[in-house]
């Protein structure tokens, strides 16, 4: 079965742009009559904003989404992550790490394509003693490969280009590359369509998901939604809220953006025939990008 996920985290209300990757997932998964998840990614506990997750699940509703199965809440799954790193350690796939991150700056001489890469500083010295120690994932000198339905073929060496990557913060918190790969597994997720900022972490997610025996699932990296000054509409670009009315005028904005309806729907009074008419017209990603 086709099974598809949107997971916002709660750092603040959705925006156009969560609306748009909220519509691409929404519609790829439920068009096949596959199953959509709803996911709140608040692995990251020092971002989460008070009342923001109970705000974009109202928002959801209130736009006609319908989600299959139970919520699932990151913060509830820290047994699954400490039992996946666990699993990496025993494998002497992981290793503990107290270097600084103005450390890693100074020592580094190779920048990959996020910025330094770590040079395995803790992997061939003693970690200092009565500091919180991070855990990294080994990286090899291998290529990992993927065929994004809208970016084409993407490939990264991961000792190259990537690095020995933290997978568990100093600070106890599970990172978003091993916390996303563990639910996205344990949910038997097929498809992942999401927004191109995320492109960069999908060979991550894949080398994880190889080292643990995970099932790779299909990906579509979509356009991102920018404002005027061409930044991509975040939290942290002052994106405005989704409005409460002109839901109906929203969303057709939202399906212009994508190519994968038609331009010119007809005049909708009620949200359902709005939402029955999109997923009778929804072309897949493989035929239209």
């Not at 350690?89 to 100074?106: G, Q, V």
């Not at 990264?156 to 990537?162: D, G, L, P, V």
């Not at 933290?166 to 597994?185: E, F, N, P």
């Not at 995970?214 to 989704?242: E, F, M, R």
């Amino acid at each position: 079965m086709h099974i598809g996920r949107f997971a916002p985290s709660p750092t603040g209300p959705l925006h156009f742009g969560s609306l748009v990757a909220a519509v691409a997932s929404y519609c790829d998964a439920k068009s096949r009559g596959g199953k959509w998840l709803l996911r709140i990614e608040d692995v990251d506990q020092t971002r989460k904003m008070a009342g923001a997750s109970e705000e974009i699940i109202h928002t959801l509703e209130h736009y006609g989404f319908v989600w299959d199965d139970e919520i699932t809440y990151q913060s509830q799954r820290t047994a699954l992550y400490e039992e996946a790193l666990n699993r990496l350690r025993d494998k002497h796939l992981a290793y503990p790490c107290t270097c600084s991150r103005k450390e890693i700056a100074d020592s580094s001489s190779i920048h990959g394509i996020e910025g330094a890469i770590y040079p395995g500083t803790c992997l061939s010295h003693p970690i200092k003693h009565d500091f919180p120690a991070a855990w990294r994932l080994k990286t090899k000198e291998s290529l990992i490969t993927f065929q994004d339905l809208f970016q084409g073929r993407i490939q990264h060496n991961m000792a190259r280009e990537i690095g020995d990557f933290v997978i568990k913060r100093s600070d106890g918190l599970y990172s978003y590359q091993l916390a996303v790969v563990v639910d996205d597994a344990m949910q038997g997720v097929t498809h992942v369509v999401r927004g191109a900022d995320l492109l960069n972490s999908t060979t991550r997610q894949i080398y994880l998901q190889q080292l643990l025996g995970y099932p790779t699932p299909v990906y579509a990296h979509i356009p991102l939604v920018l404002n005027a000054d061409g930044q991509k509409l975040s939290k942290q670009t002052l994106a405005d809220s989704l409005p409460k009315d002109e839901v109906i005028a929203t969303l057709l904005k939202a399906f212009r953006f994508l190519p994968n309806l038609p331009t010119h729907p007809p005049a909708f009074k009620t949200l359902p025939d709005l939402w029955q008419w999109a997923l009778d017209n929804w072309q897949p990603f493989d035929s239209v990008w």
